[in-house]
């Protein structure tokens, strides 16, 4: 094959550095909240106590980032703004050493590339500060100006530039609720620096700086959602985990209130977030999530942080470490306070089996001995065949093969389950699965049919939320009233709820709205954080978990006219063995079984 052209230029070419600015944004420049990211960043980076955030038009159209860090001088300033210049490594080794958020020396000469980007600084000393400007990469000369100690960047016109860029943007709603996730893991990991944050020229947050890293999250994600934390603290090798999980009575319809930090740096990480998810399999319902804001802290060197553009992910040098050492931190902290079986209580070590099989189920039998059997699906009902046919598919019908309310009733055991006497032995039904499969079933009929009544409060409630749950609702807006709710913004992190629906009057309305803005958020999610309900379209998704938050819970004791309406509420509906997220209804104890435990047969 020729190596020239037919003009004779040579194929292989060197791009101009406008077009290699451009590609390098393409990396660095997602949306909006990457500068936002970005800029934070080199804010924390250069030692700010105070940082001011302004954000127009979801970033689209404005972001400035002010910070009383240590600022630069004429010469750093001009450097920066070119691209793999930086004042955060040196030498090759240092990038196995990386102490800093940023190090690559591309992310101002990127973004300048693709905006109108207006920079001013001014060092500590100094008397005058200095102001430079670039516009779709082509920089001014340089000038002096007034200026506070610190830096001022100014980020207008995103890819005005390249419209094929713009055009994908979304909506300034959905571009701000990315933003205020990006502002918010910023605000949790670095409690000791005061946020203030203004959207559309109004304020939206002041967090001032606090020793107190529950303070902190309290004024980020809410006083609520502060008080189910739990603490933890633990060290494992060289990696100490510090932080906070939530309650087991306090959970959620998807992963987005975990938030994991490694070194200081926001990270999804899918290592760490099976290990914190591992624990609680045994203590939560199936498809709920726990809330948990851990932060990592193990030698640079043992860490890799160049694996992303975005530097959102990271590579463990003994991912095993990292992952027993927030298994064990989480067990721990659980364990204290009698969450978790006390089988399971001895941290784990290397080559150690687990105290509780995946595959196999252990329990404490008759004077201390554990009965281990295998593990199997008690799914009743799921053909159409005799009440304790069992065949291992879940099948949905218009109704069940027995009228529940018609068994006799021997009351409620352990305050979760309602014992009944049927043909052929006893029915044990899961309180909060069969009451969930109701309310999720009521809603799907009045959707369907258009009939969503509301229940409008007395007095309307103001509910504080986490940043980005208020932008998620707001971002959905239609949807929300369709479903019966009418939510209004109150800031950039309350809520007023005027209305909810009918059917969900007598629940709480603080935790049902927050499982709403959880699902919300959600939506496109993949992997194990997403809602994880199987085989549901998005708004089926939303029927779902709220009804799953609305539903009588484990350890809720009703009295016995609750427990007769909950049979005959599971008459009426379309029959289907187990709840929305797959947990069953029903299970059942035959008679030979009974029989053969006590040595009948």
């Known amino acids: 094959m020729s190596t020239q052209r037919a003009d004779g230029t040579p194929r292989v070419q060197r791009l101009p ?62 450097l920066a703004l070119e691209r793999h210049a930086t004042s955060k490594i040196d030498a090759s080794s240092d990038l196995v050493d990386i102490a ?34 670039a516009r779709a990469g082509a920089m001014t000369a340089g000038q002096e100006a007034s200026a506070p100690e610190g830096t001022r960047i100014e980020v207008a016109d995103l890819f005005e530039k390249v419209p094929a860029r713009r055009k994908f943007l979304k909506s300034p709603q959905t571009e701000w609720r990315h933003i205020a996730d990006v502002i918010s893991r910023a605000a949790m990991v670095r409690p000791d620096v005061h946020f203030d944050v203004h959207r559309d020229e109004r304020p939206a947050w002041n967090w001032p700086a606090s020793r107190d890293s529950l303070d902190r999250l309290a004024a980020v994600l809410g006083e609520r959602e502060a008080e189910a934390l739990l603490p933890l603290s633990h060290l494992e090798g060289a990696v100490r985990v510090e932080g906070f999980v939530s309650r087991p009575d306090h959970h959620r319809s998807n992963a987005a209130g975990v938030y994991l930090f490694v070194n200081r740096r926001s990270v999804r990480d899918r290592l760490l977030q099976h290990a914190l998810l591992e624990i609680y399999r045994d203590v939560l319902p199936r498809g709920r999530f726990p809330s948990a804001v851990l932060f990592l802290e ?24 990292a992952h027993r050492a927030v298994r064990n931190a989480v067990r721990k902290a659980l364990a204290e306070r009698s969450w978790v079986d006390p089988q399971t209580q001895a941290a784990e070590r290397p080559g150690e089996p687990r105290a509780w099989s995946s595959s196999r189920e252990g329990r404490p039998g008759p004077l201390g001995v554990t009965e281990v059997r295998e593990a199997r699906s008690d799914w009743l009902f799921a053909g159409q065949g ?54 999720y079933e009521g809603m799907r009929a009045a959707w369907l049919e258009g009939k969503i009544e509301r229940q409008v409060l007395l007095a309307p409630l103001v509910l504080a939320l986490e940043p980005a749950a208020v932008a998620a609702l707001a971002e959905h807006t239609e949807r929300v009233e369709a479903l019966g709710f009418e939510i209004e913004s109150f800031g950039e992190d309350s809520v007023v709820l005027r209305a909810l629906p009918a059917l969900l ?54 009295d016995l006219r609750e427990q007769r309406s909950l049979l005959e509420a599971l008459d009426r509906i379309p029959w289907a063995p187990t709840c929305p997220h797959g947990r069953p209804v029903v299970s059942p104890l035959d008679v030979a079984e009974i029989e053969r435990r006590f040595a009948r047969r």
């Open 505 to 558: 009057s007598d629940r709480d309305p603080a935790g049902l709205v927050a499982s709403l803005a959880d699902t919300l958020r959600g939506e496109g999610a993949t992997g194990e954080g997403a809602a994880m309900v199987r085989g549901l379209d998005p708004l089926d998704r939303i029927f779902a978990s709220v009804a799953c938050h609305a539903a009588r819970r484990k350890g809720d004791a009703l």
């Open 298 to 321: 193990l030698p640079a060197a043992a860490l890799d942080v160049n694996v992303h553009p975005a530097k959102t992910e990271v590579r463990f040098g003994d991912p095993q470490t």
């Open 17 to 78: 550095d406008a077009l290699v600015d451009r590609i390098a944004a393409g990396e660095v420049v997602e949306r909006p909240a990457s500068i936002v990211k970005e800029l934070l960043e080199n804010a924390l980076d250069a030692g700010a106590s105070r940082i001011r955030l302004e954000i127009r038009g979801g970033g689209r159209d404005w972001i400035a980032v002010s910070d009383d860090g240590c600022g630069m001088g004429p010469d750093d300033a001009k």
């Open 100 to 133: 800093s958020y940023g190090f690559r020396g591309e992310a101002l000469p990127a973004i300048a590339s693709v905006s109108s980007l207006r920079l001013v600084t001014r060092p500590a000393g100094a008397a005058l500060g200095y102001e430079l400007q």
């Open 386 to 439: 005799a009440p304790f046919e069992m065949t291992g598919v879940a099948q949905e019908s218009e109704s069940a093969p027995l009228q529940f309310a018609g068994q006799r009733l021997l009351g409620q055991l352990l305050s979760t389950y309602l014992l009944l006497e049927a043909p052929g032995g006893l029915l044990l039904i899961d309180q909060h699965a069969a009451h969930e499969r109701v309310l």
